[in-house]
């Protein structure tokens, strides 16, 4: 018995990249894309969304040897909600991030991330479409944080431990913390 109605999902996105290897050591990247995420819901309205957005995403890739990188990424995306039947839905999300990877042979690799996104919206932010277009985080500053440790034990035995903050918008510092042991055979 279906008692939630039918929802149906769409995604379409179209991007362009472009890299120039200005050095050996120094890349320049940037991603373009346009695209539409889109919900249809059949008993709940409020579900539903059709959000058109257009990106840019900058990255300023050093690579001083093999077993190092850092990446210097800035991402501009503009969202709208195009329903006609809800109000003028907006997201100007701006994010500058900052990614370190160490990886030592196949043995073990370690890497970090650190974010700062503004997000500028216009809307409800605890609504399923304010969901949507905010990605899970909230209107004004938001901060995120990572951590990870991959390490091969064994030939069958990997082990990863991470952990992640968050501090978005005006709520309190969330963390969490994971510890994995995977065995193949």
Same mark, same amino acid.
């Given at each position: 018995?279906?008692?939630?109605?039918?929802?149906?999902?769409?995604?379409?996105?179209?991007?362009?990249?472009?890299?120039?290897?200005?050095?050996?050591?120094?890349?320049?990247?940037?991603?373009?894309?346009?695209?539409?995420?889109?919900?249809?819901?059949?008993?709940?309205?409020?579900?539903?969304?059709?959000?058109?957005?257009?990106?840019?995403?900058?990255?300023? &890739?050093?690579? @001083? !040897?093999?077993?190092?990188?850092?990446? $210097?990424?800035?991402?501009? /995306?503009?969202?709208? #909600?195009? =329903?006609?039947?809800?109000?003028?839905?907006?997201?100007?999300?701006?994010?500058?991030?900052?990614?370190?990877?160490?990886?030592?042979?196949?043995?073990?690799?370690?890497?970090?991330?650190?974010?700062?996104?503004?997000?500028?919206? &216009?809307?409800? @932010? !605890?609504?399923?479409?304010?969901?949507? $277009?905010?990605?899970?985080? /909230?209107?004004?500053? #938001?901060? =995120?944080?990572?951590?990870?440790?991959?390490?091969?034990?064994?030939?069958?035995?990997?082990?990863?431990?991470?952990?992640?903050?968050?501090?978005?918008?005006?709520?309190?510092?969330?963390?969490?913390?994971?510890?994995?042991?995977?065995?193949?055979?």
């Amino acid at each position: 018995m279906l008692t939630t109605g039918f929802e149906s999902n769409s995604n379409r996105e179209n991007a362009l990249t472009l890299r120039w290897n200005i050095t050996k050591t120094i890349g320049l990247k940037t991603i373009g894309t346009k695209g539409y995420r889109q919900q249809d819901s059949e008993l709940f309205n409020d579900k539903d969304y059709n959000i058109n957005y257009v990106g840019i995403e900058p990255q300023l &890739t050093w690579q @001083p !040897n093999k077993i190092f990188n850092m990446v $210097l990424a800035f991402k501009y /995306q503009d969202n709208e #909600n195009i =329903l006609p039947e809800s109000p003028m839905e907006t997201a100007l999300v701006r994010d500058l991030n900052l990614r370190m990877v160490y990886k030592k042979a196949t043995k073990s690799t370690i890497s970090t991330k650190i974010s700062r996104v503004v997000i500028d919206y &216009t809307g409800a @932010p !605890n609504s399923p479409v304010g969901f949507a $277009l905010l990605q899970g985080l /909230q209107p004004g500053d #938001n901060y =995120l944080w990572n951590i990870s440790f991959d390490k091969q034990l064994s030939k069958s035995l990997r082990m990863n431990l991470s952990y992640e903050g968050r501090k978005t918008g005006v709520a309190p510092v969330a963390h969490v913390g994971r510890a994995q042991v995977a065995a193949t055979f």
